[in-house]
């Protein structure tokens, strides 16, 4: 028998928005695999880690801090084959990832070199996106509203068609993206109905109107949500 | 003491798919609301009733069956003064939402009644949208991909404008517009990367490539997922 490989959504960082499926998945599995910086401490290990016993065998997957792409594909590949290699021997995997494997996450370069060849079973979980209008207390969308997920690293001439287009937009991987974003979303006369925030629902973490945010680079892990109408529930 | 209002995402269905917080504060709340048909059983009572023992004084808010807006405006206000009375009683009362109270959920429309008199604190859940990925084996969006979520009820020229525009399209709220949006997808080539999902993680959820659903009409609780490149990780 060979083992599955989960990808396990285990919400945007507080460690009570997991699942119970996710939960139950994740002490039955006897590998461990998660993301990682090239040093330091896993993110997506953090928000389990009040749950492990010891019990499981650890795959940390570090992730070069280089831009460019191909190292980190030469990452994805080595752990590809390490997971399989605990498949192939009947282990189940579970893999960490932060929010919802299928929205935006690193799982998706897992999935794409492993599902042809083994099991793969994806639990779906809290993302970012619902964490940060829940921290806010501001609905995304409602009704008839059209709502966009833009990344942040797009042009600024492309980021403004498609916000003028739309009723609601969240701004994605802020990181050193919000000079520009906050230009156009200025430009656009919409700071005032713009909102952000940071490493929503963790310990640290920060909302402000976007007009308020001071400083040049925020961390990868903030959000820009913006409604043409101010309120999504104003209708 | 006055009561707390709480919008619980209780997930898209599969009672596993509910968070830890969520299942802590609907435990400790004294006051259990939820949305129901004019007659019969409430989903999202149905998802949570293997963890309810008794103890809530429940609160079943019927929708009428119409599609005018006034019924359901006036449902809403006298709801809206029920949990009112609870929550100025001191009782702490849970809402239930399923999916996410946030993303097109009819929680906003208690939200927009009441949080400027009274405590409400919204708990995220995970939405239909990552459910559906989920159940299809097939991520949302990658790296740079703009995603746009559209209700179906849009017209057919805005659906087309705006599915030309982005990389990955959910359609949500399908029900009575599914040959309207098919004919959309087809004229415009993309039906052979659409996939109909219909009750994402329930026992009689249901997955089809679009061109084979041969129903006029769908559940309401039904989504239609696209991507301009076939899939998410051919990146």
Sequence with gaps: MKGTLYGLGIGPGDPELITLKALRILRRTSVLAYPAPEAGESLARGIVAGHLDGHHREVCIRMPMVAARFPAQEVYDRAAVELGGHLDAGRDVAVLCEGDPFFYGSFMYMFGRMAAHHAVE????VSSLMACAATLGAPLAARNDVLTVLPATLSSDLLERRIREVDAVAVIKVGRHLQKVRAVIEAMGLIANA?????ATMENEKILPLADVDEDEVPYFSMI????RGDAWNV
């Design 225 to 228: 949500l913006l409604h043409a």
């Design 195 to 199: 909102r952000y925030v940071e490493r």
């Design 122 to 125: 994806v639990v779906p979980g």
